[in-house]
Every structure is written in structure tokens, then in C-alpha cells.
């Protein structure tokens, strides 16, 4: 709560608030946005909630605002002819520049909360050095360590087995080809894991190299053994049989009890080390290759949604919708670039 989120930055001093003009008496000012992983998906008008918007307009009629489109900006609003298709809640264009003016002050807004997002993000996070071990006629391999940079607790921390840190590796060569790439998406936008839906199809060979930070939940099957599954909510459909009334709370645990967690999060002050590899049927001796590497964090896998769509959801957002909302607000934390000659 001071005045660098994420590290022990001490405190602001000065007036804690303004009474009749007049400042109060000054004293420590503790910092209460607490931003964290998630952030809004939803219409600029609808979210963050301001007293303003909702006078002036429904959910519904701030729904049908073109924010992208440019409405109430002199660009759209001096180029469209006379019969323009608005719906009857914009048809006035005195509406659709105050519109244009609520919605900036929402995005700016939004902006500053995901620079303290990205700043309490990057102090918990860290990244060490791209370290080469070997990069000649057996092929590239390299490593670097995501480190854990507080002293407080776990991390990611909370809903562990919803968020996700991940690596994205790139090798390329001179000529800017691809030789390899580990972290990247499929095109409903998850990582190529057990989760992925085209790698679970066969579309997409699986990534062995990925590096994730997001804990799995596995449970126990019928005949013996486990296997990972997304648990949208606390409860599963596997084979356990249940007590009910439950004795212990599930809201305790964050899981079912038929259920354990395969965490893979990082201990204070700890690291845990990404290590990639380069087979030599992709390379040639005297060539020089790049490594790119980013640590991107992004609030819940696409694959959760999948798994909730049945449900529905508000502000007539379709399931492809939200996931493109969501990858498009992953920030890249950290990125580690070097060039290594392979002899």
C-alpha cells in the first residue's frame, strides 16, 4: 500500500482529504487500488462504473456505442452522410460526443490501472539472463530463470491454477525464419498444452518445451491413476461419491476434496529454470540465431471459457469474443534478447 506497488517503497505524506475547502491534517497516505492480474473485457461505458454514464445512458444503449468505430470524434462525425444508421439513443450527435467524452475518461482510466497492473506484475516477477550451453553440431540449447522477486509470498499467488505466466521462445535465423518456438498459441488463443482444443484433437502437435507458472488441478479416476482437469467451479463430475451436507467447506480449499492441485508456483526468493532446446536437423554451422523470450502474463486460459460457455454471459458477449478480449490484454512483462553463433 505505498507508493510503488509490489515493493516496500514507504509512504506519501499530506492531506488524506479536502473538508470545506480546506485540507486535513497531514498524515501517512496509504495506497488502496491494489491493482492485480485481472482486467476489464467488458464496454468502456459500462466499466469502470461511473455515476455519470449510468444517468446518462442504459447498459443496453452503452452497449450499441462504437467505441472503436469513432463516434462522437470529429473524424467519424465529419466524414458520415446525413442517413448514417445510428440506433435511437445515439441519433443526436450532441449525445455522441458526450458519449465520446465519458468513454475517454473511462479508457484513461483503464490505462492507468494497467500500468500499476503491469508494475506490481513486473516487481513480482523477474527474469535472469538467457544462459547458452551449447550452440554447435548437436544443436542450441539454452536456459534462463524466472525468479520469483518478493519476499512476501508464492507466486503467481490466489487463483494459481487460473492465471497464467508463461514463456514464449523464439529462435530465428539471419534471415528472420523460424527455427523454432515454444509458448505460442493456437488460433483459439491457448498455449499448446493438454488443455489446448486442437492439440486435445490432434490438429496441433503438443509444446514438451513450454514453460507455465499455472497450476493444474488433477483428479483421481475410476479404475486408479489421475488426470488434469479445468474446474470452472468448485465441484467435479469425477467418480468420487460425496457426503452431503459437505463437513469441510469447499470455499476453504478452492477445489472439491475428490481434487488436488499440481502447483507450479515459485517460493519467496526462489526460481525455477526454463530450459530449450534446438535440434541440429534445424540449424547450420556458421549461421547466427537470435532468442527471443517473453514472460507474458495473462489473467485466465481461453480453455476456462470454453469449459464455462454453457453458462452464458452478460453484455451479449459471445465465448470468441471474450477470449480475444482476454489475449489482447495479456502484457508482456519481461523480454530477454541475445545472439549466439552456432560453430
Known amino acids: 500500500m505505498g507508493k510503488i506497488q509490489g515493493v516496500a ?10 473538508v470545506r475547502d480546506e485540507p486535513t491534517k497531514p498524515r501517512k497516505l496509504s495506497n488502496h487500488i491494489f491493482a492485480g492480474p485481472d482486467y476489464s473485457i467488458i464496454h468502456p461505458g459500462i466499466f469502470p462504473h461511473n455515476v455519470e454514464a449510468a444517468q446518462f445512458k442504459t447498459l443496453a444503449e452503452w452497449l450499441q456505442f462504437d467505441v472503436k468505430g469513432g463516434w462522437g470524434t470529429d473524424a467519424f462525425e465529419n466524414r458520415i452522410s446525413r442517413d448514417y444508421p445510428f440506433p435511437k ?9 458526450d458519449g465520446r467524452k465519458i468513454i ?27 544462459r547458452v550451453k551449447r550452440a554447435d553440431g ?24 487460473e492465471r497464467m505466466i508463461f514463456l514464449q521462445v523464439t529462435v530465428k535465423d539471419r534471415h528472420g525464419r523460424t527455427v523454432y518456438v515454444s509458448g ?10 493438454l488443455h489446448s482444443l486442437y492439440v ?14 499455472q497450476s493444474k488441478f488433477v483428479i483421481r479416476m475410476l479404475r486408479g491413476g489421475e488426470r488434469e ?24 480449499y478452492g477445489r472439491p476434496r475428490g481434487a488436488r492441485k499440481h502447483k507450479k508456483t515459485i517460493d519467496p526468493l526462489m526460481h525455477r529454470t526454463a530450459t530449450h532446446g534446438v535440434p541440429a536437423d534445424k540449424l547450420k554451422r ?26 452464458g454471459f452478460d453484455f451479449g458477449m459471445s465465448p470468441a469474443q471474450i477470449a480475444r478480449e482476454v489475449v489482447r490484454g495479456s502484457s508482456v512483462l519481461w523480454t530477454k534478447r541475445t545472439k549466439v553463433r552456432v560453430r
Open 9 to 18: 517503497s514507504g509512504y506519501d505524506w499530506g492531506p488524506a482529504a479536502m
Open 89 to 97: 439513443a445515439w441519433a443526436s450527435i450532441d449525445d455522441r460526443y
Open 104 to 130: 475517454d475518461e473511462r479508457l484513461e482510466r483503464l490505462k492507468k490501472a494497467r500500468r500499476l497492473r503491469e508494475q506490481v506484475l513486473r516487481n513480482g516477477f523477474k527474469l535472469s539472463d538467457v
Open 138 to 161: 548437436r544443436g542450441l540449447d539454452f536456459e534462463i530463470d524466472v525468479i520469483n522477486g518478493t519476499d512476501g509470498h508464492s507466486v503467481p499467488t490466489a487463483f494459481d491454477a
Open 184 to 193: 505460442d498459441r493456437d488460433p483459439n488463443g491457448d498455449v499448446r498444452d
Open 200 to 213: 486435445h484433437n490432434g490438429e496441433l502437435p503438443l509444446d514438451p518445451d513450454l514453460f507455465t507458472l
Open 229 to 252: 482437469q479445468v474446474l470452472a467451479v468448485n465441484t467435479s463430475t469425477d467418480v468420487l461419491p460425496f457426503v452431503r451436507p459437505e463437513p469441510r467447506p469447499t470455499t476453504l
Open 286 to 311: 556458421g549461421e547466427t540465431y537470435s532468442i527471443d523470450i517473453k514472460l507474458i502474463s495473462q489473467m485466465v486460459p481461453v480453455n476456462l471459457i470454453a469449459a464455462i460457455q454453457d453458462a
